[in-house]
């Protein structure tokens, strides 16, 4: 029987909780930590081992895997004198897949390092449909050598699973996912619209293009829950925006313009303050409604 290594899983959301439940399926014994215990409740009843900090995870863990927040909460989380850098063990894999600053994964690399730690950034794409399927995409920055370790673990997870290069590289490949979203959600979204207003039925025009150039995994996994008033969040609209300063951020770094990302933040913003920071991306739709 091959020995299967433990696995430390901090972050347990809307999509943690099922990467690390396919983990858990998969035979890999499994230590989580997340903030609000009662989100991992079904994760313990599914027999993962309950750690109170990231200090007690780190010590027990072979590859350490966060889904976390924000850039702030992943400094927290591997700088701090009870975070992981300073805790696991020498030899240790740890995998941040939050999406995050590429600068910041570059740091961690660094730092993991001097410490004698194998450091790999792998944000993901897909939503909550592609972590609950075990399909989703991994963009990975780091060493060869480190992605090929731990390449069985993320086969788990997802299915498009690539190494695009160095450090920061995995989160430079999530900023250009989220710079391609933000445009081709206000063109799917005044479509619809355009739709509705010509009297057509939205399910066949769906039908119709989805086949054609206009067709994209938005199209076919978003636009059937705009069409049915369903904006419950796969992704939510605070954490794009999260995602959309970041890609402005690094793309101010590069002096690129991106006119369009600006665009759709600002609309994102606007319905922010009007109530729905917790509804799903596609509901960019009611900015068109209010």
């Given at each position: 029987?091959?020995?299967?290594?433990t696995?430390?899983?901090?972050?347990t959301?809307?999509?943690?909780?099922?990467m690390a439940?396919?983990?858990?399926?998969?035979?890999y014994?499994?230590?989580?930590?997340?903030?609000?215990?009662?989100?991992?409740?079904?994760?313990?009843?599914?027999?993962?081992?309950?750690?109170?900090?990231?200090?007690?995870?780190?010590?027990?863990?072979?590859?350490?895997i966060?889904m976390?927040?924000?850039?702030?909460?992943?400094?927290?989380?591997?700088?701090?004198?009870?975070?992981?850098?300073?805790?696991?063990?020498?030899?240790?894999y740890?995998?941040?897949?939050?999406?995050?600053?590429?600068?910041?994964?570059?740091?961690?690399?660094?730092r993991?390092?001097?410490?004698?730690?194998?450091?790999?950034?792998?944000p993901?794409?897909?939503?909550?449909?592609?972590?609950?399927?075990?399909?989703?995409?991994?963009?990975?920055?780091?060493?060869?050598?480190?992605?090929?370790?731990?390449?069985?673990?993320?086969?788990?997870?997802?299915?498009?699973?690539?190494?695009?290069?160095?450090?920061?590289?995995?989160?430079?490949?999530?900023?250009?996912?989220?710079?391609?979203?933000?445009?081709?959600?206000?063109?799917?979204c005044?479509?619809?619209?355009?739709?509705?207003?010509?009297?057509?039925?939205?399910?066949?025009?769906?039908?119709?293009?989805s086949?054609?150039?206009?067709?994209?995994?938005?199209?076919?996994?978003?636009?059937?829950?705009?069409?049915?008033?369903?904006?419950?969040?796969?992704?939510?609209?605070?954490?794009?925006?999260?995602?959309?300063?970041?890609?402005?951020?690094?793309?101010?770094?590069?002096?690129?313009?991106?006119?369009?990302?600006?665009?759709?933040?600002?609309?994102?913003?606007?319905?922010v303050?009007?109530?729905?920071?917790?509804?799903?991306?596609?509901?960019?739709?009611?900015?068109?409604e209010?």
């Open positions: 029987m091959v020995h299967k290594q696995i430390g899983f901090i972050g959301g809307v999509m943690g909780k099922s439940l396919h983990l858990l399926k998969s035979g014994p499994l230590h989580i930590f997340t903030r609000t215990k009662e989100k991992a409740n079904e994760l313990i009843e599914a027999g993962a081992k309950w750690e109170e900090s990231v200090t007690t995870l780190a010590k027990k863990a072979d590859v350490i966060t976390i927040g924000t850039p702030v909460d992943v400094e927290q989380v591997y700088f701090a004198k009870n975070g992981i850098l300073e805790h696991a063990k020498a030899g240790t740890i995998v941040d897949m939050t999406t995050s600053k590429p600068s910041l994964a570059t740091e961690i690399y660094k993991a390092k001097e410490k004698g730690l194998h450091a790999l950034d792998a993901v794409s897909g939503g909550d449909i592609g972590a609950r399927n075990a399909k989703l995409a991994i963009m990975v920055g780091g060493n060869q050598a480190d992605f090929d370790h731990v390449y069985p673990i993320f086969q788990v997870m997802g299915e498009n699973i690539k190494l695009q290069g160095d450090a920061g590289a995995g989160q430079h490949t999530k900023v250009v996912n989220q710079v391609a979203i933000a445009p081709a959600m206000i063109g799917l005044e479509a619809l619209i355009y739709a509705k207003k010509a009297g057509l039925n939205p399910e066949k025009v769906l039908a119709s293009i086949t054609g150039a206009a067709g994209s995994w938005s199209l076919s996994n978003y636009a059937p829950r705009m069409i049915q008033g369903d904006f419950a969040p796969g992704f939510a609209i605070k954490h794009y925006i999260k995602d959309m300063k970041i890609a402005i951020e690094s793309a101010q770094e590069m002096n690129l313009p991106t006119p369009g990302l600006s665009l759709a933040l600002k609309m994102y913003e606007e319905l303050d009007a109530g729905e920071s917790e509804s799903g991306i596609h509901a960019l739709l009611k900015y068109y209010q």
